[in-house]
């Protein structure tokens, strides 16, 4: 159900910018939120009974450990270059385990940003900075 | 004899140096990945996405293809042998594997299976080469209400056939479409869903909507989880890896089943290996003459899926190289490699990038070939790797992840957009809402209001006109009965049951 709402939700979204024209760029999205919108209240209706999501089944650890990993990577890239990235986003995202060693971490986080640094800018040739000021 | 050239020449291609050595990296990667359980096709597809960005189209497909149906080959290790399937397609290679390696047979086993993936997959590439010219010829008639029938087709039967029920995967679908469409709208030049935001103009990029979805929701989902694999140390030795003749002679039929079922499968959009697989499977058991043998290590057992889930690999290329639908989303991906290189597909690849086509079937062959000899000899190696403990493995793909979407245009954004979608793709596998029709709407969805326009602007508005041509009206009826068939299917089942509980209570 839950589900269901998530999707009516989405279809709101879509008329606003949706019924511009009439067969112009906004047919297609209005259609197809229109559809979503039905299935959602559809489903809403017969009481389908979707996966109750319950709170404490979802790893909030491992979320927020690589969400912020990821995050801290998107930050960190345009102002220390790749290697000091990579090494703090994977040091970030191992502690999503639960039985982690922090030296292991933290090596395999330095090695990581070499070998990324190897693969990417090395092997591939990619433009990015590996250390400010270098690459 | 035009036929022959285009072989010629697609070894040519299939040989140089460069694609060599990516087929190699493709297989081998496919290999170790579909040995691994816990590390998906699609995962490794989305992560090497971003590299491909760099390597030549050919070589990209080359690589990514040598993936796929690697997997294909390394799901039965894990399968046979610790009874837990390194791919989902392998599932069924458990039933009679095991038993086998229990009774001191897992050797034949892997070899047994291993011929038939091979044997397998190099039928299906047989048929693709031979029906490819002529699904282009006909692909060539179509016009864009045909393309719409098709690609409609194909989301329709992704969504039915994917796991949870038709609602959800519509819905998804759905979902992927809307996502398709944020960005420039190519007819009239407005943003759609940008809200504001210049950097979402072009739309999202398809690889940062995989490497989310799959990458490290796969991640977020695995790491609770450890599954330990406890390795009783079953050594394989070479010689005890020869089968009897009685194994190879009941081998012979299920093998050539076992391709049929699988290429048919494979070329269907929106079936894939998995189900091939379990039809190959059940078709065999239905065809023994003592079905009693199967569960307990009965070689046609483990020989029907694996040649049936090769040749489904390798037949899903088929829709996508010569009419460019995507069957399924490890497909879309190969699409989306495509497309990012600018080479549009659809039937018009075969005629304006032959060399790409046939050098990729030719490297289809090269491919298995390398994997026939990665397999048997190196058996020891790949039993060793299932000990790869996942606390190396799971910073490295979050380092791919994050430099890989990086480096898709310099921008620190996709990764942003990956969170999100990593974070999407997470609460989608907890409510069990599938993610590949997602994907295949996505791809597929902005493709379809293309053609969709430019079919009613030719029918001045007339939406019969997909009725009216042969083609697209076979193609729509169909689909729409696929369509309906979902739908109505599990209502009439319990209108069955709720009848049979009424009978019981009379």
Redesign the interface.
């Known amino acids: 159900m839950?589900?269901g709402a998530a999707?009516t939700l989405?279809t709101v979204f879509?008329y606003d910018?949706g019924t511009?024209?009439y067969?112009?760029?906004g047919l297609?999205?209005a259609s197809?939120?229109v559809?979503?919108g039905a299935?959602?209240i559809?489903?809403l209706l017969v009481g389908?009974r979707?996966?109750r999501?319950h709170l404490s089944?979802?790893?909030w650890r491992?979320?927020l450990c690589?969400?912020s990993?990821?995050?801290v990577?998107?930050?960190a890239?345009?102002f220390v270059g790749?290697f000091l990235?990579?090494a703090l986003?994977?040091f970030l995202?191992?502690f999503?385990?639960?039985n982690?060693r922090i030296i292991?971490?933290g090596v395999?986080?330095l090695i990581?940003g070499v070998?990324?640094a190897l693969i990417?800018v090395v092997g591939?040739?990619?433009?990015?900075e590996i250390w400010p000021g270098i690459g | 004899m035009g036929f022959f050239n285009d072989i010629a020449m697609g070894l040519d291609i299939a040989l140089s140096w460069n694609n060599l050595l990516y087929c190699l990296i493709g297989v081998s990667l496919g290999m170790f990945v579909g040995v691994l359980p816990g590390l998906g096709t699609l995962t490794a597809l989305s992560l090497l996405f971003p590299i491909t960005f760099y390597l030549d189209p050919t070589a990209a497909l080359v690589m990514l293809a040598g993936i796929y149906y690697g997997t294909a080959y390394g799901g039965s290790t894990a399968a046979i042998l610790l009874n837990m399937p390194g791919q989902a397609s392998a599932s069924v290679t458990c039933l009679d594997g095991y038993p086998m390696t229990q009774q001191g047979r897992g050797g034949v086993a892997l070899l047994i299976t291993t011929i038939a993936s091979f044997l397998g997959g190099t039928m299906a590439i047989i048929l693709m080469m031979v029906f490819s010219p002529v699904v282009v010829d006909v692909g060539l008639e179509f016009q864009s209400p045909e393309y719409f029938a098709l690609m409609l087709l194909g989301l329709v039967a992704a969504s039915t056939m994917s796991t949870g029920s038709t609602l959800t995967g519509i819905a998804m679908m759905l979902l992927g479409i809307m996502i398709g469409l944020i960005g420039m709208d190519v007819n009239s030049g407005i943003a759609r869903f940008t809200f504001g935001e210049p950097r979402l103009m072009e739309g999202i990029s398809i690889a940062v909507i995989a490497i989310g979805l799959f990458g490290i929701a796969e991640m977020v989902s695995s790491i609770g989880s450890d599954a330990s694999r406890n390795m009783k140390s079953h050594s394989v030795s070479f010689r005890s890896m020869i089968p009897k003749r009685d194994d190879v002679r009941r081998s012979v039929l299920p093998l050539f089943r076992g391709t049929a079922v699988g290429s048919f499968f494979g070329a269907l959009p929106g079936a894939g290996a998995l189900i091939s697989s379990f039809m190959a499977y059940a078709l065999e058991k239905r065809v023994a003459r003592n079905p009693e043998r199967f569960g307990k290590g009965a070689v046609e057992g483990i020989v029907a899926p694996e040649a049936a889930n090769n040749a489904a690999d390798q037949a899903a290329f088929i829709p996508t190289l010569t009419l460019g639908i995507p069957g399924s989303a490890a497909m879309a991906i190969m699409i989306g490699v495509l497309l990012i290189h600018g080479v549009t597909p659809g039937p018009r690849l075969m005629l304006n990038h032959p060399e790409m086509f046939w050098g990729l079937v030719m490297s289809f062959w090269i491919g298995n070939l390398i994997l026939l000899v990665l397999n048997i000899p190196l058996i020891g190696i790949w039993i060793k790797l299932l000990k790869v403990p996942y606390h190396i493995l799971f910073p490295t793909i979050i380092m791919f992840v994050c430099v890989g979407a990086y480096s898709l245009g310099n921008s620190a954004f996709n990764v942003w957009l990956i969170v999100v979608f990593g974070a999407l793709g997470y609460g989608m596998r907890l409510l069990s809402l599938p993610a590949a029709p997602l994907v295949l709407g996505f791809v597929l969805g902005p493709m379809m209001e293309e053609h969709l326009r430019r079919s009613l602007q030719l029918a001045r508005g007339d939406i019969l006109t997909f009725f009216d041509r042969p083609i697209s009206a076979v193609i729509t009826t169909i689909a729409l009965a696929i369509l309906v068939w979902g739908l109505g299917a599990p209502i009439l089942r319990k209108v069955k049951y709720r009848n049979s509980k009424d009978v019981k209570l009379k």
Do not use: D, H, K, M
């Open positions: 839950a589900v999707f989405y879509n910018i511009i024209q067969i112009g760029p297609f999205p197809v939120g559809l979503l299935i959602g559809f489903q389908e979707g996966e999501l089944s979802i790893n491992a979320v690589v969400c990993g990821c995050a990577f998107a930050i890239i345009n790749l990235s990579v986003s994977t995202t191992a999503a385990q639960r982690i292991r971490a395999q986080s990581l070998v990324a990417f591939l040739g990619v433009q990015i």
